[in-house]
């Protein structure tokens, strides 16, 4: 599905105080000369939390999305309003920005930091935060604050409420709110690394979790479909895929240097952090402070041989294992050889289209709240 790339402060418009009937006032935070909305996303809702001068308070975004883990990410997320609202109130100005649709998040996100928005933090799974992480970025560089000075920067956070959470896993959070919260109150700040991806049309697209390449890819794309079904979405993504799967040959270029053919490809995972698919450990060494990804291949792979190595897939000793390779890497390009076409790549499950594409890391270009 297309994404709609615009700049816009229409939905800032609609705001209601929680907890009060009388108006609030717009904020200089809000304000913005861009353009108006367009109109099929002109449904954004947000309310105000905060009762004290926005300008002796921290301004924190949550862009939520209702509709994620089947509806559960919007019915805790209205559970949790009032204890953020008590929470935060006399330090911070809290926005409640809900999501209406695929990308909705990354346009929320860009009018958010150009407004001077201290933090926009991610209310759902690995899907949200991808749309978020994406918002950091406009034409190839970040987006910066028309209304603070050069200094001011936005912070990432995260509220985890997904079907996977896959990404807050490598920093040990659980699928825990209140945990959460209290993280975002204390704010401290911690610089991370984010890949980017680019294809033959030199489009950029930015992952903050994991990009992989093939089976694990194509499944990934088919358990998209699933996600009514929760976790077991990615079980049945997984055998859709290994139907009519064929291990391919690809050819690698590693930091800029000489073509390498790499025969019988099953996936090739590229790991800015360390889980994906619902909790499989796939690039155990990665970390996102470390200015390198972890990439992975498995190559002549079986249906059978991840039956009998899922476990190892799991807890993350799959390394040891025959035919699986890890290299640390800061890009690596890769093409098929086969000219077929047709090979899936997808970032922090997103599917992306499908090869070529070169995936480079950007170093410590974002500050997230840890």
């Keep these: 599905m297309a994404c709609h790339s615009f700049q816009s402060s229409y939905f800032w418009n609609q705001i209601a105080v929680l907890g009060s009937e009388m108006p609030m006032a717009k904020p200089s935070f809000f304000r913005s000369e861009l353009p108006p909305i367009a109109p099929d996303l002109s449904s954004e809702r947000l309310r105000g939390v905060g009762f ?7 301004n924190l975004v949550f862009v ?9 990410t919007g019915r805790e997320w209205k559970q949790i309003l009032p204890y953020l609202q008590s929470r935060f109130a006399k330090e911070c100005n809290i926005c409640e920005s809900l999501t209406s649709g695929p990308c909705h998040a990354i346009d929320i996100t860009r009018e958010a930091i150009r407004e001077g928005a201290d933090a926009v933090i991610a209310v759902g799974g690995d899907g949200t935060l991808h749309e978020v992480v994406n918002g950091f970025f406009w034409a190839g560089k970040p987006v910066t604050s028309n209304v603070k000075e050069p200094s001011h920067s936005t912070a990432l956070g995260l509220i985890p409420l997904g079907t996977g959470s896959d990404f807050a896993r490598t920093f040990g959070w659980k699928n825990d709110t209140y945990e959460a919260i209290e993280r975002i109150s204390k704010g401290v700040r911690s610089k991370i690394d984010i890949g980017v991806i680019t294809g033959e049309t030199g489009e950029e697209h930015y992952f903050i979790n994991v ?20 976790k077991l979405c990615y079980v049945i993504g997984a055998l859709q895929a290994f139907m ?11 930091n800029d ?13 590229v790991g800015n952090a360390k889980y994906f698919g619902g909790g499989m450990k796939i690039t155990p060494n990665a970390d996102p402070h470390s200015g ?6 498995l190559q002549n792979f079986k249906w059978y041989d991840f039956i009998l190595k899922l476990h190892k ?10 035919n699986v390779s890890s290299r640390r890497v800061h890009s690596i390009e890769v ?9 899936y790549i997808q970032s922090d499950g997103e599917h992306l289209g499908f090869l070529p594409r070169k995936i480079r890391v950007l170093p410590a270009v974002i500050e997230m709240i840890c």
């Design 64 to 72: 939520v999305n209702p509709r994620g883990a089947n509806g559960r």
């Design 52 to 58: 004290s001068s926005p300008s002796r308070q921290r």
């Design 257 to 269: 240097g000489d073509w390498e053919k790499c025969p019988k490809v099953t996936a090739l995972c």
């Design 335 to 343: 093409e098929d050889l086969s000219g077929k076409g047709g090979i």
């Design 313 to 322: 897939l799991y807890n993350g000793t799959h390394l040891s294992v025959k």
């Design 211 to 230: 990009a992989d390449i093939h089976l694990s890819a194509k499944a990934g794309f088919y358990a998209s479909r699933y996600k009514k079904f929760g």
């Design 244 to 254: 009519g799967h064929h291990n391919q040959d690809l050819r690698i270029k590693v």
């Design 292 to 297: 390198n990804f972890e990439a992975v291949i």
